[in-house]
């Protein structure tokens, strides 16, 4: 019986915990709304708030600091979409996770991948990313996904991989692609077509950039396999890669 009390009673804590967490992230986004000039500050503390809650089931209670003792049971998996997350507060929770999505938040940077030493899949599309950071030290990455951020500059985009041909931080030479389409970079440094032939150029061993945002390649699929492969001539695909390749050529040379 008195095991069973316990576990009732660790129940009974657990969901006033969490609702006491609600109300307090309710409480910050009230703020928000009647105190903009304080409103980094209460998105700070809301991110804190969600993040924790989110999280919770990932180490042992009480056991966050000052050294964090992760629990049992490990997800691979961890959706924290349309959350209203700014950053990532302790990104070493996340270091045993496989696939992380972050889309439709309002993270700003991508630092926090270094510490996650496992991760292989990343979705941060939708969110305010501005610069590449930290890439090369997440030793397991496959896939990030960063379309539709505020990427404006190429430099912006090679930054994030100061060090990769050198392996910094153990990285072991996998491979990497990495989704970029929908961004200011393709359209302000002359489109995704010049964009490849750059990074063909310069682009670092094991890093695969798309330019091109995933809608518009699965659509351009599509097309390519409805015309099939018996199609004479050139195929329409081709025609519109022709085209635009010229047209960006000629408003780059401007």
Partial sequence: MLLSDLRETVSIYSAKAKELDDECIELQEKLISIDPLRQERYEDRRTQLVFGRETLHLVKDGKRFPEIEFADEQ??????????????????YLMHLHTLNLDSNSITSTRFIRNLLNVRRVNLSNNLIERLEGLQHAPSLELLTLENNMIAKWGDVVSGFVFWREGKMGRTGGHVKVLLGENPVVENEGGEYVLEKRWEEVGEVGVEIQWKSEEVRLTEEALVAAEGASSPGESHLEAIRRISTTTVEFDAGQ
């Fill in 75 to 92: 997800p691979g998996d961890l959706d924290l979409s349309m959350r209203g997350l700014t950053h990532i507060p302790i990104s070493a």
